[in-house]
């Protein structure tokens, strides 16, 4: 055993010739059937959830170049996540574009370890919402299981104040769906699937929202629910 009682791999001495050879194999089938876990996933976010994400990306690029933000929020992998389609969006994804006001807030450190002291862990992201949110903004949540407290108070937080909720959640039903405007639901039994298939939609998103502001202004985002034009985001555009 080594510090902490994790094992180690078999010595090619222990227990004869053939535990090295059922090592390897069990580990391939482990990979093999992670693999097509991820491919079935990946199946049923082609088939069923590629419209959405393209109305999604539609939206963003009304949204966004009209002064609007996107807050994303998520727990452990999936705060991970959340960072990762924020900094697309701030940075670039694939081509050179403008930056757009996206924020993770989970990376807020201070603010966040500030209001879990002081209102508790459910009110970590609601408490950011209400500060950075304005009427016709987008908020992401992701999570794998679709039940964490914080994420489904901030939900309740941003429809409340006029803010469009989506989220990427595993199987439904679950009460991040119920809280949320609209959800993409990825139908795995594993986390660590549902997590790889939110990566894949996370780069979707962010590839429909560059072809979308490619196409040039859009009046409207049809079908994506919510504040219905850029003329009435652009009333809530921020100041300079």
């Known amino acids: 055993m080594t510090e902490g009682g994790v094992g180690r791999p078999p010595s090619p001495d222990a227990g004869g010739p053939d535990a090295m050879d059922d090592f390897p194999l069990a580990a391939r089938d482990a990979a093999r059937r992670h693999c097509q876990a991820l491919e079935d996933a990946l199946g049923g976010l082609r088939r069923d959830h590629l419209d959405r994400l393209a109305r999604w990306g539609a939206r ?3 949204v966004l170049p009209a002064g609007g933000r996107l807050l994303a929020a998520g727990n452990g992998g999936s705060a991970a996540q959340a960072q990762h389609l924020t900094a697309e969006l701030v940075g670039r994804y694939r081509r050179e574009r403008p930056a757009y006001s996206a ?12 209001v879990g002291n002081d209102y508790g862990f459910d009110q970590v992201y609601a408490r950011q919402v209400a500060a950075h ?4 903004d987008v908020l992401m949540l992701l999570s794998t299981s679709g039940r964490s407290a ?12 006029g803010i469009r909720v989506w ?28 997590q ?24 409207s985002a049809p079908g994506a629910g919510g504040v219905a034009g850029a003329d009435r985001v652009a009333v809530h555009r921020r100041m300079p």
Do not use: K, W
């Open 103 to 114: 924020i993770s807030l989970h990376a807020e450190t201070s603010s966040l370890t500030a």
């Open 196 to 219: 790889e298939a939110h990566l894949v939609a996370v780069h979707v998103l962010c590839e429909c929202f560059d072809t979308a502001l490619e196409e040039g202004p859009l009046r």
């Open 133 to 136: 949110g304005r009427p016709g």
């Open 150 to 161: 914080n994420l489904i108070a901030a939900a309740a937080t941003a429809r409340a104040a």
């Open 167 to 194: 989220a990427l959640t595993g199987p439904s039903p679950n009460p991040l769906v119920d809280a949320a405007h609209e959800s993409l639901c990825v139908d795995a039994r594993a986390t660590a699937t549902v």
């Open 60 to 62: 963003l690029a009304v």
